[in-house]
C-alpha cells in the first residue's frame, strides 16, 4: 500500500502473498527477502545500513550494509524497525513499535527496544 519508500528497488524480494501496509520504509543498499506470506503493518521500516561507530572511521566511512531475511508467514507490528543483519524466523510475531537488532528464532512472539522473545507460539 502506498506511500512506499526504497533505495534501489532492485534489492527486494517478496514472496507469494506477503503483504506490505503503508508508509513502508526500505533502506536497501543490501538484499531485503520477504517470505511468502508475511504480513507488515504500517510504518514499519528495514534498514540494511548502518556506519561505524568509531567517531573517526565513521567521518571518513562510505556506507555499510548487510541483508535483512524475514521467514514465511511472519507478522511485523506497526512502527517496528528491522536493523541489518537481521533473520526473522518463520511463523514469528513482532510487536508493534519493537525495534529488532539480533535475530528471532522462528515460532517466537518478539517484543521491545531491543526486541527480545517473550513467547513460544505453540501448536504449529
Known sequence: MPPFYCDYGYNITLNEYAFINFG??????EKIIIGAHTRIAPNVSFYTTYHPIDPEARKNSTILAKPIVIGENVWIGGNSVILPRVTIGDNS???????????????????GSPAKVIKQIENL
Request: proline residues 8%; aromatic residues 0%.
Open 24 to 29: 513502508c520504509t526500505m533502506l536497501d543498499a
Open 93 to 111: 510475531v513482532i510487536g508493534a513499535g519493537s525495534v529488532v537488532t539480533k535475530d528471532i528464532p522462528p515460532n517466537c512472539v518478539a517484543v
